[in-house]
């Protein structure tokens, strides 16, 4: 398996830009989770997906940020529009249930964004 | 609202010593205790993970142990190697949902040859 696969490694945008992030987990995992890690605040979780459905999104900052995740190979995290305070690494994880709701996030390589 | 503290920060050994990472969480529900080690420019993989049905685990070098009544749990890293650096993060489960993670603000390893 590939691993949580994730687009693009690296992105620099303008203030002001649309930004798109993009994910493929682990196929066969049910859950996919969009953190974001910097200096100041560490790895914070933005939303969680389970099945595809969006559980828990109390983490996304502002209503700039959305996430979607239209099948279960396949999630996009958008910054509409971004500013240079979401300059950051955005990691994506998954995870398989089965586990008693216990189990190890998968992380992605992560996608560093700068906005400039 | 909940939060998960490590320290130290930074901690440097060298090579052959031991390092300890502790970390005390907030939430009386949390019951997932996984410690994650990131390599510069890397992804944080999981190297050992605990339960709070199991006061300690060891696996290899690595050995966490966990204290419910205290909200404290740590990491501990026997002969210590080179390869051994990393930041190392903590954390909890929460909110009784054990798919949430508060992680901890990290400890920089460096082991000293």
């Known amino acids: 398996d590939a691993g949580v696969i994730q687009s693009p490694r690296h992105e620099v945008t303008e203030m002001g830009q649309e930004v798109t992030l993009r994910c493929k987990p682990i196929?066969?995992?049910?859950?996919l989770f969009w953190y974001r890690q910097t200096m100041m605040r560490g790895l914070e979780l933005l939303i969680y997906?389970?099945?595809?459905?969006?559980?828990?999104d109390s983490g996304m900052p502002e209503d700039r940020f959305s996430a979607k995740m239209p099948n279960a190979s396949f999630s996009t995290l958008k910054i509409q529009p971004s500013e240079p305070r979401d300059s950051a690494v955005y990691f994506c994880?998954?995870?398989?249930?089965?586990?008693?709701?216990?189990?190890?996030?998968?992380f992605g390589p992560g996608t560093r964004l700068t906005v400039t | 609202g909940e939060n998960v503290e490590q320290h130290p920060s930074t901690l440097s050994v060298q090579e052959g010593d031991s390092a300890v990472i502790k970390c005390t969480y907030s939430?009386?529900?949390?019951?997932?205790f996984p410690w994650y080690k990131q390599e510069l420019g890397k992804r944080p993989q999981l190297i050992i993970d605990?339960?709070?049905?199991?006061g300690e685990k060891k696996d290899q070098r690595i050995a966490v142990t966990l204290n419910k009544t205290a909200k404290h749990f740590s990491l501990h890293i026997t002969e210590t190697q080179p390869e051994d650096s990393a930041v190392y993060f903590c954390?909890?489960?929460?909110?009784?949902?054990?798919?949430?993670?508060?992680f901890g603000t990290g400890t920089l390893l460096a082991v000293q040859p």
């Open positions: 939430d009386s529900a949390s019951n997932y």
């Open positions: 994880a998954s995870r398989q249930d089965g586990t008693g709701g216990l189990g190890e996030q998968y």
């Open positions: 997906f389970n099945n595809n459905v969006p559980i828990d």
């Open positions: 605990i339960r709070s049905n199991v």
């Open positions: 196929s066969g995992h049910d859950y």
């Open positions: 954390a909890a489960s929460y909110g009784g949902a054990t798919n949430k993670l508060i």
